[in-house]
């Protein structure tokens, strides 16, 4: 993979107004309001998923995601709500830089509030991750890099066929190596990335037999040792 995207991890933050429950019309329910932000955020993303395109991603349904993983509201079954959390990841695309992105967020959550009674005065806030703490940005090298080509030649000599280039979805170091390291690098391992971050992630022992054996050949051809 010599193609990664990039990954913000972000908070937004909705105000409400606390009242009994019983006379809920007397509050605002920062959760309601926050449903519409989140509602916001998955047009958002269905936007994103036709202008932020990239061809080595074209295999996955999804790319670029936008996921939501924690919401946090409410202290009591008894009250209206007058506080909300939404925090999720906000998948980056190489075609875009880390600001673009996050300009495009924040015009989306700030469009929703707007055309909302309350939200358009008690205004959601926005909390980003910050460089080594969940934002990595995206990378790509050519796919007509020598690393690149080297390692899909010893794959191909082992698995004897055409291997398939492809985009990174998660993040990973790699970020690092190749925006701030200026060091060409790429993504190469057995497992799916369907097994990511699940209960029964796994890799089969075939797969982890055939990556050694081509990350051997390829260090080989690389280093350009006799055998």
């Excluded at 429950?21 to 509050?27: E, R």
């Excluded at 959550?109 to 707007?114: E, G, N, Y």
């Excluded at 690098?185 to 990556?211: M, Q, R, V, W």
């Amino acid at each position: 993979m010599p193609i990664g995207s990039g990954m913000i991890r972000f908070m937004v933050k909705v105000e409400g107004k606390a009242a009994h429950g019983a006379q809920k019309w007397l509050g605002v329910s920062a959760f309601e309001k926050a449903l519409t932000i989140h509602s916001a955020l998955m047009k958002l993303e269905e936007r994103r998923m036709r202008t932020k395109k990239h061809h080595l991603f074209r295999v996955y349904p999804k790319f670029p995601a936008l996921n939501v993983g924690i919401v946090r509201s409410g202290t009591t079954p008894y009250t209206t709500p007058d506080a909300a959390i939404l925090e999720g990841r906000y998948s980056v695309s190489p075609v875009e830089t880390i600001d673009e992105a996050k300009k495009e967020f924040e015009s989306q959550v700030i469009t929703a509030a707007k055309k909302d009674p309350w939200m358009k005065h008690v205004h959601p806030t926005i909390v980003w991750s910050q460089i080594g703490q969940g934002l990595f940005p995206p990378f790509e090298i050519s796919t007509e890099n020598p690393l690149v080509k080297s390692i899909c030649k010893s794959l191909k000599k082992i698995i004897k066929k055409e291997p398939k280039v492809l985009g990174k979805l998660g993040a990973t170091d790699a970020s690092w190596l190749n925006t701030y390291g200026h060091t060409p690098t790429i993504i190469f391992g057995p497992g799916h990335i369907e097994c990511s971050h699940t209960i029964d992630e796994y890799i089969h022992k075939n797969a982890l037999i055939t990556a050694t054996k081509a990350l051997a050949e390829f260090l080989v051809n690389w280093c350009i040792c006799e055998t």
